[in-house]
């Protein structure tokens, strides 16, 4: 029998970009991960800020673990992001996902991004449930 929260310790194994972004898995709970990573030098925009996609490229993660949990492939169709806080070299963030509304071959996630406990993004994701199992 697969064990679920097994899953995105094994999609994070397969996935060079957020390996090298650096995400951590703090906690895995069926329909829910909070993921963290820290800001480096390369993630930089031109006004020595975090880009945007670095934030983005966290809550998708951590929207993808999430909805994966529940043990089909699922996959996003559609996602959007607020970005509210600019970020810093150095600064530590976390992405947890706040909401879970499966359905049958729909689920919904919203994500928190913050940096310490202030919020500096919002993301929204639906995915697609497939019919594929995952095996762990």
Known sequence: MTNKLNIPHKMLSLDPFSTWLGIEILNVELGHCKLGLKIRQ??????QKAHGGITYSLADTAFGFAANTHGKFAVSIETSINHI???EEGDYITAETK????KNKLG???VE???DKQ???LFKGVVYRTSKEWEV
Not at 42 to 47: E, I, V
């Open 119 to 121: 919020l500096a993004a």
């Open 99 to 102: 909401i879970d509304c499966t």
């Open 42 to 47: 390369d993630m930089l925009n031109s006004m």
């Open 108 to 110: 919904f996630q919203i």
């Open 85 to 87: 806080e600019a970020l």
């Open 113 to 115: 991004i913050k940096k």
